[in-house]
């Protein structure tokens, strides 16, 4: 497949099935994003504690979290994960729901995915009487950064993310939705 053949692309809602292969994708996109560098043993606790198949069968039976999963010719190659009811910092906002991961595996990015992932994450949210869909994103990813302010979300605030113990600075970012 050439690299700008145009994808064959569906979205759907994750099922219980799907745990192995999120927790795959979720540890390559976030080590190609987050460990530039390589593996120490804090990126490894990070990715075992967030990405196991246990960590994602348990979230997936968590009823305030929802993945939409993206799939091209029956690989899946993207997911966001959603969570009703996630109050964001900074806000009184109570009908929000959080993106808490947009992913989309490198070699697929820049194609679109990751912009259909997230407008029916906003539809999904919209549709379950949110007002608001939120998000962290770490300063130091650029690419998020304008790719969100490119989306049509605004800077609402800071935040830490505890990484292992290790503290990074976070942009929150905000997108009111139209009802539904
Ligand atoms: C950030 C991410 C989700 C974007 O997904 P994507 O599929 O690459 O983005 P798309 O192809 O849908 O791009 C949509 C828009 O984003 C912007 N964008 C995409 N890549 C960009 C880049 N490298 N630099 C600046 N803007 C960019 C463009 O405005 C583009 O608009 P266009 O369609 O008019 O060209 C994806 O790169 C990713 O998963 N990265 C690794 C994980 C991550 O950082 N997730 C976010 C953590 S908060």
Known sequence: MS????????????????ARSLGVLGTQVFLDTYAPQGI???????????????????????????????????????????TRGAKPPHS?????????RLYVLERFTSRGVGKRLLHE??????????M??????????????AFYAAQGYTEAGKTVYDFQGELYENRVFAKTLAPR
């Open 92 to 100: 009184e906002a109570v009908d929000a729901v959080e993106l808490a």
């Open 3 to 18: 690299p700008t053949a145009p994808l064959e692309l569906s979205l759907r809602l994750a099922i219980p099935a799907d």
């Open 132 to 145: 608001m869909l939120w998000l962290t994103a770490w300063i130091g990813n650029a690419r998020a950064l």
């Open 40 to 82: 120490r043993p804090l990126i490894a606790d990070e990715v075992i504690e967030h990405f196991s198949t246990d960590a994602i069968e348990r979230l997936l039976a968590q009823p305030a979290t929802t993945f939409v999963v993206a799939e091209s010719a029956g690989h899946l190659i993207g997911f966001a994960q959603l």
């Open 121 to 130: 994450s906003e539809r999904w949210a919209a549709s379950n009487h949110a």
